[in-house]
């Protein structure tokens, strides 16, 4: 299996932006989870899915942040409007409903606002 | 100004050391609990997992052990080396109350391996 696919690697935008990141969970896993990842504030969960549903979005900071999971294999996060402040490092994660529990992460995506 | 973020814990170790990287959790509910790895530049890398009905699990290299009394985990490292330079992150379930596989992470811990 590939693991957990992101895209893009790396985004620079300005700030006012939209921002769309990418996922892949790993084929067969019912759960997908949206992490973002800063010096300040360390591991942020952001989201969950469950069966392609959002569980708990708790986590999302502002109006700004949207997500969606409209098929089994593919996710997106997006910021609209961006700020310099939503520079962070942004990872997707993906279970099984079997257990155990562990969450498999991907490269993570590295975005900066301008 | 000067930015201030999260302050991790610093283990420095000589290459050959053994290592012991320790976390306290939270929750006495949580019935499993994973240690990940990150290197600079990657996603948290699964190392090694323990149900609570365990004390040690062994697997390569690594041990953890779990003090449900203390709530308190802890990952021995055997024969440091280089390769085990990164941010070690303790994560429990949180048992029934956390639901839904959701993980609660610590804050992490910086291995430095010296040569």
């Known amino acids: 299996d590939a693991g957990v696919i992101q895209s893009p690697r790396h985004e620079v935008t300005e700030m006012g932006q939209e921002v769309t990141l990418r996922c892949k969970p790993i084929s067969g896993h019912d759960y997908l989870f949206w992490y973002r990842q800063t010096m300040m504030r360390g591991l942020e969960l952001l989201i969950y899915?469950?069966?392609?549903?959002?569980?708990?979005d708790s986590g999302m900071p502002e109006d700004r942040f949207s997500a969606k999971m409209p098929n089994a294999s593919f996710s997106t996060l997006k910021i609209q409007p961006s700020e310099p402040r939503d520079s962070a490092v942004y990872f997707c994660?993906?279970?099984?409903?079997?257990?155990?529990?562990?969450?498999?992460f991907g490269p993570g995506t590295r975005l900066l606002v301008l | 100004g000067e930015s201030v973020g999260l302050h991790l814990p610093t283990l420095s170790v000589q290459e050959g050391d053994n290592s012991i990287i320790n976390c306290a959790y939270s929750n006495s509910a949580s019935d499993y609990f994973i240690w990940y790895k990150q290197e600079s530049g990657k996603g948290p890398q699964f190392i090694i997992d323990?149900?609570?009905?365990?004390d040690k699990r062994q697997g390569q290299r690594v041990t953890v052990l779990l003090n449900k009394t203390v709530k308190h985990l802890s990952l021995q490292i055997a024969a440091t080396q280089p390769g085990d330079s990164a941010v070690y992150f303790c994560?429990?379930?949180?048992?029934?109350?956390?639901?839904?596989?959701?993980?609660?992470f610590g804050t992490g811990t910086q291995l430095k391996v010296e040569l």
């Open positions: 899915f469950n069966n392609n549903v959002p569980i708990d």
């Open positions: 994560a429990e379930n949180g048992g029934l109350t956390g639901g839904g596989n959701k993980l609660t």
């Open positions: 323990i149900r609570s009905n365990m």
């Open positions: 994660a993906s279970s099984s409903m079997i257990p155990p529990e562990t969450q498999y």
